[in-house]
């Protein structure tokens, strides 16, 4: 409906319509949980992975049940499909959620700094200035040493098409082929970088220290636009034309990237995300609803 | 200790006299120790297996209280706290007299002590929930305030000083005040491995990404990221050292300044605690060591 308003309609009266409207503002469902939730993320199955005291376990929004999965672990951990993959120190596991059963465990020499998903089958993994390739087929997996030429350990995030976002330095983000194992392409012109996010169809927005959002195209490299918020910025995803930053302060701030207007969700909250057309916020012991 | 009003240059010279220097000045083998304390007086007290108090005297150690069968056993304030499933008392070693008891209506969890006049005792409040009572005590006198804190793990959980407590969960921080029972600041970082205390406002967050952040919990504001060199082999705490210095669990002293690892120490340490003089004193369960 707001996609067909934009078309029709002149930008103006499209403004007045959209802070009528005001997507994502209503909250049509808050559940209270009687237990604190440290991390909320959608699985691929319809349910929630809760993140609660170092437990794992699962809570259905439909029939509000919650099932146990692990004991307590440190770690980090994230979801593919219905899997769900721990890291705990060298050790890297894969949780079936429908079964409730660890299916594969890949033991590494060192530390594992991070993870990530980048397809149904493969992972990477990184250590200080190295990559490694994770290819599971079933119940087995091959393990590769990417050769790339890093010289400073950075954060890296998967996009698309096996390309990894990487920040060379503290200033630059480096956007690498892991198939052919090079720089494809360097994002420049950031202050110290503190956060990057991936937002499909060839979007990155990278974050950096003096509160500066910039919005890239990975097709053409360019900056699309920079935005400029009060608070540093934790987290960030867009929904249409609107950006949704979690900042420092846990607080939700709503941009609207035509106008680059910003408006505050009311309340403070450990994350969000989209599911099902909802907007999914959660604090410790609550989980809102909004549309 | 930072923030002690001297000009820098100044500053630098008195804590070049102050510096830790590595330096293992004794060693007690053999202790089976859970537990060390020195106390103000000097004496140096033990817990073994929950069970046992020992002293030191410069020779043996020597059995002040035994079968106590607690759940937990702390020093605090230089004496006994005893965590048992419903109740939680000081003992003084040396009077075998009571300072407080505390009985608990639900089952406890566990008690961190923060202070030495403060520690945190937390209760199961549910099936899967926990909450917290802080208790203070003066002149034997416990005053408890409950706060909705479900702290679990000790990592977690750092007290800053000036009534301030930061508490991690998952990628949040929250600074209470357990003078006010208010929450000054919630901050939002990364997922918390775990906390170190660098000054009253200054806090030191580990992450579980391999990177660490510098928060002023009073104005929010955060310092950039950078990342972790810390070793991660055990699960012991960071060490804030005297002269502002950090000790990982491999005892490599870092410089929170320029992040350059400045000392390898030749010891074995799984905690540590200080003498009145602010001296490292670390402990395993085979030896405890006294370092300058």
Redesign the interface.
């Known amino acids: 409906m707001e996609t067909l308003l934009h078309e029709w309609l002149p930008s103006d009266l499209v403004n007045i319509i959209d802070s009528y409207l005001q997507f994502y503002r209503r909250c049509i469902r808050s559940t209270n949980l009687i237990t604190s939730v440290w991390d909320l993320q959608a699985l691929g199955t319809g349910q929630f992975l809760c993140e609660t005291h170092g437990h794992l376990a699962t809570w259905d929004p439909k029939t509000e049940k919650s099932i146990l999965l692990t004991g307590a672990f440190c770690g980090s951990f994230a979801s593919q499909n219905h899997n769900i993959w721990i890291k705990n120190y060298k050790t890297l596991k894969r949780l079936d959620t429908i079964t409730q059963t660890f299916n594969m465990e890949i033991v590494m020499g060192e530390d594992i700094h991070e993870f990530i998903i980048l397809d149904d089958r493969r992972l990477l993994l990184s250590f200080p200035n190295a990559w490694i390739l994770i290819t599971c087929n079933q119940d087995a997996y091959t393990i590769c040493k990417l050769k790339t030429q890093m010289e400073y350990f950075g954060s890296v995030i998967a996009l698309d098409d096996m390309r990894v976002a990487h920040t060379s330095d503290n200033y630059n983000v480096g956007i690498w082929n892991l198939v052919t194992g090079e720089m494809v392409r360097e994002l420049k012109g950031h202050s110290h970088i503190s956060t990057m996010r991936y937002l499909g169809h060839q979007k990155l927005v990278v974050v950096s220290y003096d509160n500066t959002i910039k919005i890239w195209n990975l097709t053409t490299g360019e900056c699309e636009m920079t935005l400029q918020q009060d608070v540093l910025i934790v987290d960030a995803m867009v929904s249409d034309h609107r950006l949704f930053t979690n900042s420092t302060d846990c607080q939700i701030r709503v941009w609207d990237m035509r106008t680059k207007r910003c408006e505050l969700l009311p309340g403070e909250y450990i994350s969000f995300f989209f599911h099902d057309g909802y907007l999914v916020t959660h604090s410790h012991n609550n989980i809102k609803f909004w549309v | 200790m930072q923030e002690f009003p001297l000009p820098m240059c100044l500053w630098e010279i008195v804590t070049g006299y102050l510096q830790f220097q590595g330096i293992c000045t004794r060693t007690l083998k053999q202790t089976l120790t859970h537990g060390v304390c020195m106390r103000r007086d000097g004496v140096l007290l033990r817990s073994v297996f929950n069970q046992t108090i020992d002293r030191y005297d410069g020779d043996k150690w020597i059995c002040l209280i035994q079968h106590l069968d607690a759940k937990q056993i702390l020093f605090h304030d230089g004496k006994v706290l005893l965590v048992y499933k419903d109740q939680v008392t000081r003992l003084d070693p040396f009077t075998l007299c009571n300072d407080f008891v505390i009985d608990v209506d639900v089952s406890v969890h566990t008690v961190e002590v923060l202070s030495d006049s403060l520690f945190l005792l937390v209760v199961k409040s ?4 926990l909450t917290s009572i802080v208790c203070e005590v003066n002149n034997n006198q416990v005053i408890q305030t409950p706060l909705p804190l ?1 702290f ?2 000790t990592n977690l959980l750092q007290y800053m000083g000036e009534y301030r407590l930061a508490i991690a ?4 921080i929250d600074i209470w005040n357990l003078k006010t029972k208010t929450r000054e600041k ?6 918390v ?1 775990s906390l170190l205390r660098l000054s009253n406002h200054q806090l030191l967050a580990v992450y ?4 660490i952040q510098t928060w002023n919990i009073v104005s ?1 504001e ?1 310092l ?2 950078r ?1 972790d060199p810390f070793a ?1 082999e055990t699960s012991s705490k960071l060490v804030l050292l005297s002269d502002g210095r950090i000790m990982d669990p491999l005892m490599h002293v870092w410089n929170p300044k320029t992040w350059k690892c400045e000392m390898i120490v030749n010891g074995i340490c799984t905690d540590t605690t200080t003498t009145s003089e602010g001296d490292l004193i670390t402990y395993s369960w085979d030896r405890i060591q006294f370092w300058k």
Do not use: A, I, M, T
């Not at chain 2, 919630?186 to 997922?191: A, C, D, E, I």
């Open positions: 549910g099936f899967f929930s479900d679990v793990y969960r998952g990628k949040q919630r901050l939002r970082g990364h997922k491995r579980e990404c391999r990177l929010g955060c950039p990221s990342q991660h």
